[in-house]
C-alpha cells in the first residue's frame, strides 16, 4: 500500500491548521460568523505557506574531518563544502551540520551556476569520546514558519577524540619470561631459544640452515630463534563503575591508552581487556587506531568481575606472561581475590588510579602497586618499573 507523505508542518504549523479545521466546523454549527472568519485565516496562511517549501533543492554537500581522529585537547576541525550543480544560480541559504545533540549553522551565500563555498568550523575535542558529525540538513519554511521542508545531505560521520597518551619505556628483557617465547611477526630473531622451523628470507644467517629440513622440502629452511625473556603483556582495565568513574576513569584510560601505543610502538605483543570483554586480542585484533577509537567510545559499566576478567583474559591470550591491572582506589583486601590467583600465572602490577590529591599508598602480596592520579605521575612511575 502506497504511503501517503506527511504535510511538513511546524509545532506553530499543527496549531494553526487545527484552529483552522476546528473554527471553521464549529464556527459553522454555531453560526458565528467572526469564527469562520479566524478560521479562514489560518487555513489561508497554511495554504500560503506550501508554495514556499516546494520545488527541487539540488545542491551537492560534501565534508571533511580533518583530521578524522584526534588526542583530548587537539585542534580538529570540518570543512563543509557546498556545491551548485545546475546550470542556473542559487539564492543564499542556511545549512545546519549535526554535531552530535547541537547543531552548526553554516551560512552559504548564492551560488552561480558550477560554484562552490566552503566553510570551516572548529569540532569539540576537549573530553574523550566518539561524536557523531552529520548529517547536513537543509530546509525551507515559510515566513511564518507554518511549514518546513528538510533535505539530509552528507551522511553522518564518526570523529574520535582519543584519551591523552604518553610513549612508555617497555618492560625489560627478564622482567616475566614466556616459556614458548612470542610467536609474533615481529618477535626478534636470532636470539636465546629455537622456535620453529622457516623458509629462508633473505638476510638470514646461513649458519641457521637447517640442512635436513631444506633437502626434503626442496628450499632452504632456517632455525626461528627467540627471546623467551620479553614479556607479553596483558593489561586488563577495571571499567566498573564502583571502582572507575569521573576524572579517575579518564586517568585510567589515559594510562590504558599509554600502554596500548607503547607496545605497538615496541613491538611487544599486547592485549587489552576490560570486564566486558576484549577491546584487542587474539580474539579481535586491531591497530593503534583500532586500540584508540575502541578507547574513545569506552564508557563505565555496571556490572563486572575484574577476577574473572583477569583469569580469563590469561587464558584466552597464550603466552601472557606479564598482567597489568589498571582499576581505581580499592583497598588491598578488594585486591587479594585477583592478585592470589592470577600470580600463579605471570607478573602482576597493578595501577591505582586516585582523585586527585587524595593518593593513599598501599601494598598487595605477590603485586606491584602504582598509587597514580594523573598520567604524568603515570609515566614516572612506570619508569622506575622498566628499569
Known amino acids: 500500500m502506497p504511503q501517503i507523505p506527511r504535510i511538513p508542518l511546524t509545532a506553530a504549523g499543527a496549531l494553526v491548521l487545527g484552529l483552522g479545521v476546528v473554527g471553521y466546523v464549529g464556527g459553522w454549527q454555531l453560526g458565528w460568523v467572526e469564527l469562520m472568519v479566524v478560521a479562514a485565516g489560518c487555513l489561508l496562511a497554511a495554504a500560503i505557506a506550501l508554495p514556499f517549501i516546494v520545488g527541487r533543492m539540488r545542491v551537492d554537500v560534501s565534508r571533511l574531518l580533518d583530521p578524522p581522529r584526534v588526542m583530548v585537547g587537539d585542534r580538529a576541525v570540518a570543512v563543509l563544502d557546498v556545491a551548485n550543480p545546475t546550470g542556473s544560480p542559487l539564492r543564499a541559504r542556511t545549512i545546519e551540520d549535526a554535531v552530535d545533540d547541537r547543531f552548526v549553522r553554516v551560512d552559504v551565500p548564492g551560488l552561480a551556476a558550477g560554484a562552490s563555498h566552503q566553510t570551516v568550523y572548529g569540532l569539540p575535542t576537549d573530553r574523550r569520546g566518539v561524536i557523531t558529525v552529520g548529517p547536513a540538513v537543509i530546509s525551507r519554511h515559510d515566513p511564518l514558519h507554518i511549514m518546513r521542508r528538510e533535505v539530509r545531505h552528507a551522511d553522518a560521520q564518526p570523529f574520535y577524540v582519543h584519551p591523552r597518551y604518553e610513549p612508555l619505556a617497555p618492560l625489560p628483557v627478564g622482567f616475566a619470561k614466556d616459556l614458548e617465547g612470542p610467536t609474533s611477526d615481529a618477535s626478534p630473531a636470532g636470539d636465546v631459544a629455537f622456535h620453529a622451523l622457516r623458509e629462508y628470507q633473505p638476510g638470514d644467517d646461513f649458519r641457521h640452515i637447517h640442512w635436513m629440513s631444506t633437502a626434503r622440502v626442496g628450499s632452504p629452511m632456517v632455525r626461528h630463534y627467540v627471546d623467551n625473556r620479553r614479556p607479553q603483556l596483558l593489561v586488563v582495565l577495571d571499567d566498573r563503575r564502583t571502582s572507575l568513574d569521573g576524572p579517575t576513569f579518564e586517568v585510567a584510560m589515559e594510562v590504558v591508552a599509554s600502554l596500548g601505543v607503547s607496545s605497538l610502538l615496541h613491538q611487544e605483543p599486547l592485549a ?116
Open 272 to 387: 587489552i581487556w576490560t570486564t566486558s570483554g576484549p577491546l584487542v586480542g587474539r580474539s579481535k585484533p586491531g591497530g593503534r587506531d583500532d586500540i584508540l577509537d575502541r578507547l574513545a567510545g569506552a564508557e563505565p559499566v555496571d556490572d563486572g568481575d575484574l577476577t574473572a576478567a583477569v583469569l580469563t583474559g590469561i587464558r584466552a591470550e597464550a603466552g601472557t606472561s606479564a598482567v597489568v591491572v589498571v582499576t581505581g582506589g580499592l583497598a588491598p583486601v578488594d585486591l587479594l581475590p585477583v592478585v592470589s590467583q592470577a600470580r600463579r600465572r605471570a607478573r602482576i602490577i597493578v595501577v591505582r588510579t586516585w582523585p586527585t590529591g587524595t593518593i593513599d599508598v598501599g601494598a598487595v602480596p605477590g603485586a606491584r602497586i602504582i598509587d597514580i592520579d594523573d598520567l604524568d605521575g603515570f609515566r614516572h612511575a612506570w619508569g622506575r618499573v622498566a628499569r
